[in-house]
């Protein structure tokens, strides 16, 4: 199981010369993510990269409960996961948000367009939790006499609500 992922994890096997099939695209990408935690001076452990794969794969902030799970299979336990979600965080590749029920959840720092920034805000669902990336443009925050100073910066923006599943 997890050796299965580590030799994937470190590259082509012997014979995949890089035909442009499925194990070019996935040797592509893994190679992608070593030099991505190379550029912040992380190593390239097979879990790391897992972790990594599935941060960039993911469409909303995952729970560290959803991690592990989805890399269980692959052999790797919770505290290896949430070892390498922290690294992650420190070395600045990953978000950690509060979405206001204590579960930290993670997600993939992107990197920045010219004059956006990697905070945007979320949807949460009131009623199963569910919690969904919003466009940056889909809520305007501006400061008016009065408000934070903080206003004028990065904030946090959470619009809490049901989600399209619960509202029907």
């Not at 912040?40 to 560290?64: F, K, M, Q, W, Y």
Request: charged letters at 25%.
């Amino acid at each position: 199981m997890a050796a299965d992922f580590r030799a994937r994890a470190k590259g082509p096997a012997a014979g995949d010369a890089g035909d442009g099939g499925p194990t070019s695209t996935a040797s592509t990408a893994i190679q992608g993510l070593r030099e991505t935690l190379r550029g912040v001076g992380l190593r390239n452990t097979a879990p790391r990269i897992a972790v990594l794969r599935e941060l960039d794969a993911a469409t909303a902030p995952l729970s560290h409960g959803e991690i592990a799970e989805r890399l269980q299979d692959a052999g790797f336990d919770r505290a290896t996961v949430y070892r390498n979600l922290i690294d992650l965080t420190e070395a600045g590749l990953a978000l950690r948000s509060d979405h206001g029920d204590h579960i930290w959840r993670f997600e993939r720092k992107r990197p920045e367009a010219a004059g956006t920034n990697h905070k945007h805000p979320h949807f949460v669902c009131v009623e199963c939790g569910t919690v969904s990336c919003l466009p940056t443009a889909s809520i305007q925050v501006a400061a008016v006499a009065g408000t934070p100073k903080s206003l004028r910066s990065v904030v946090d923006v959470q619009v809490k609500g049901h989600c399209d599943t619960c509202a029907d």
